[in-house]
């Protein structure tokens, strides 16, 4: 037991809130700052990932090698890319309404943002649906290689983000069905809530401009 006046050593823990005493949220400003900051390191990160399949593109397409860059049967299906990417289009534009109504301040900003992790699953169940019916695989040729690994990629990604947006909506929708109390608890949630959708938001409109331009790549040049 540590004597009576005894500085307490750094990483012990903070002493609980006594009842009745609600928890302040550090201000907005600082979390959404830091949020802010992390999504657009997160997008740097992302760009030097995805911008290797692209050189690889370019570089194998340019040189070609014995004429195998791309044999005549491999095709990937323009249905199912045209879906995919509408899919991936249109969950970014309900994610933007999404946050934009958050920012508002109206309630309703969970539909779009429930429509925006909707249609990105569709838009990976289609993509994926595309593998099973295309007449090519990984070892078919440069393009191949090229086009499996990078869409594989960017599935995983898109997977990860609409992970992160539905983290949001639950958050929410559990603030909603259990308001801050006296005991202890949260006030105003929608305050810390509000920063991490920004962020979500701001990344999945950036990860859907990679998923344009990996479409216009692979499937119509």
């Not at 898109?158 to 259990?178: C, K, N, P």
């Amino acid at each position: 037991m540590a004597a009576h006046g005894e500085q307490r050593p750094l990483g012990m823990p903070v002493p609980p809130v006594a009842a009745g005493v609600a928890i302040q949220p550090e201000p907005p400003d600082v979390g959404a700052r830091a949020l802010s900051v992390a999504a657009r390191l997160l997008c740097g990160a992302t760009t030097f990932f995805f911008m290797a399949f692209a050189f690889a593109y370019f570089y194998l397409r340019s040189i070609d090698q014995s004429g195998q860059w791309r044999p005549h049967h491999v095709k990937p299906d323009q249905a199912f890319g045209a879906a995919f990417i509408a899919c991936i289009a249109i969950s970014v534009l309900t994610a933007i309404i999404a946050g934009r109504q958050m920012k508002a301040g109206s309630r309703g900003w969970t539909g779009p943002a429930i429509a925006s992790v909707a249609f990105g699953l569709i838009a990976i169940a289609l993509q994926c649906l595309g593998y099973t019916k295309q007449h090519f695989g990984p070892t078919d040729g440069a393009f191949a290689s090229v086009f499996c690994a990078w869409t594989a990629f960017y599935l995983i990604a898109v997977l990860a983000t609409m992970y992160w947006l539905e983290t949001q909506i639950a958050t929410e929708l559990r603030a909603r069905r259990a308001p801050a109390s006296s005991e202890g608890d949260i006030e105003d949630p929608d305050r810390l809530i509000a920063p991490g959708l920004d962020a979500a938001v701001f990344y999945w409109t950036f990860l859907g401009a990679i998923g344009v331009l990996m479409y216009v790549v692979l499937y119509l040049l």
